[in-house]
């Protein structure tokens, strides 16, 4: 396939097509900026601009998802380490993770090297997991976000609510924070039952002591929504579009 040999020349080329971009993750009181969610951009010489949706999966049929994510963390961590030297206020950085790299024997080993390496605290990267690529081999999964869990990194559920995985998995699975999918969001303050689903998910959520955090919250109204429900957290393109390195470090320092 074109695509997928496009891509293993990206992630060999240094400096080339591929980038993140950072996205910004406030406390929905205050917007006061606590984290950034880094996600993968790819810029294609002939091609133009390939969405993550496309190459991702691309990326999962063949083995390039374990070194294409290796990269990922490593541009995270390292841009972190960067913001650090640049003096400003440390920041969490959530990243994406794929089942098929979260399942690969030697995931762990090579986190705990990457943040050896850019000299990261566990504590300020957070790893963010669909159910879906969780659910494939649970016990594996158990373990695994167990030790990562010892190890001090927070676990996050990503698009909560769009999978087919039972509730059981939210006692199962030490997960720290729950990612409120956006098609709960979108248009909240108008959707009754969504309204309703989305209250009972973050109590829930609460009483098992994980904290709750909305996607794609683009405007004001689903924002004093979502607070209104208990919602701690939020991301989307009402707070900040994802942004290049520089822009973010811009941001920050104005702030
Ligand atoms: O950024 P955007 O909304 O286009 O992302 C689309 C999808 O691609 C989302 O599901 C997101 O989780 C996924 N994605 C973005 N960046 C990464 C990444 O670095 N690794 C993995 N595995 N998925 C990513
Ligand atoms: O699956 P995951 O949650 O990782 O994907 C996040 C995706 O949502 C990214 O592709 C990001 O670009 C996109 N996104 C972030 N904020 C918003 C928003 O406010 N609205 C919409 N439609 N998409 C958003
Ligand atoms: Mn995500
Ligand atoms: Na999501």
Same mark, same amino acid.
């Given at each position: 396939l074109a695509l997928e040999q496009d891509l293993r020349r990206a992630l060999e080329t240094p400096n080339s097509e591929l980038l993140l971009v950072y996205q910004p993750q406030v406390h929905l009181d205050s917007g006061e900026i606590y984290g950034v969610e880094a996600l993968i951009r790819w810029h294609h010489?002939?091609?133009?601009?390939?969405?993550?949706?496309?190459?991702?999966p691309i990326a999962e049929e063949s083995n390039l998802?374990?070194?294409?994510?290796?990269?990922?963390?490593?541009?995270?961590?390292?841009?972190?380490?960067?913001?650090?030297?640049?003096?400003?206020?440390?920041?969490?950085?959530?990243v994406n993770v794929s089942?098929?790299?979260?399942?690969?024997?030697?995931?762990?080993?090579?986190?705990?090297?990457?943040?050896?390496r850019f000299n990261r605290k566990p504590? /300020?990267?957070?790893? =963010?997991?669909? $159910?879906?690529?969780?659910?494939?081999?649970p016990d594996t999964s158990v373990r695994i976000l167990n030790q990562l869990k010892a190890l001090g990194v927070s676990i996050a559920i990503d698009d909560f609510g769009t999978g087919f995985s039972s509730l059981s998995y939210l006692q199962r699975?030490?997960?720290?924070?729950?990612?409120i999918d956006r098609c709960f969001v979108a248009g909240i303050q108008h959707h009754r039952k969504?309204?309703?689903?989305?209250?009972?998910?973050?109590?829930?959520?609460?009483?098992?002591?994980?904290?709750?955090? /909305?996607?794609?919250? =683009?405007?004001? $109204?689903e924002r004093t929504c979502l607070q209104q429900l208990g919602c701690d957290?939020?991301?989307?393109?009402?707070?900040?579009?994802p942004l290049p390195a520089l822009e973010l470090s811009q941001l920050l320092r104005s702030r």
């Open positions: 010489p002939q091609r133009g601009s390939i969405p993550p949706n496309r190459f991702i998802i374990i070194r294409l994510g290796e990269w990922v963390l490593e541009t995270a961590c390292h841009q972190a380490q960067l913001w650090e030297a640049q003096g400003l206020p440390p920041l969490r950085v959530a089942g098929r790299q979260f399942e690969d024997p030697q995931f762990y080993q090579r986190l705990v090297q990457i943040l050896r504590g /300020a990267l957070e790893l =963010e997991l669909t $159910e879906t690529s969780l659910v494939r081999d699975f030490p997960f720290d924070i729950l990612k969504n309204a309703i689903i989305t209250e009972a998910v973050i109590e829930m959520a609460h009483k098992i002591g994980l904290r709750a955090i /909305a996607e794609g919250i =683009e405007t004001p $109204e957290q939020g991301q989307g393109y009402f707070f900040h579009r």
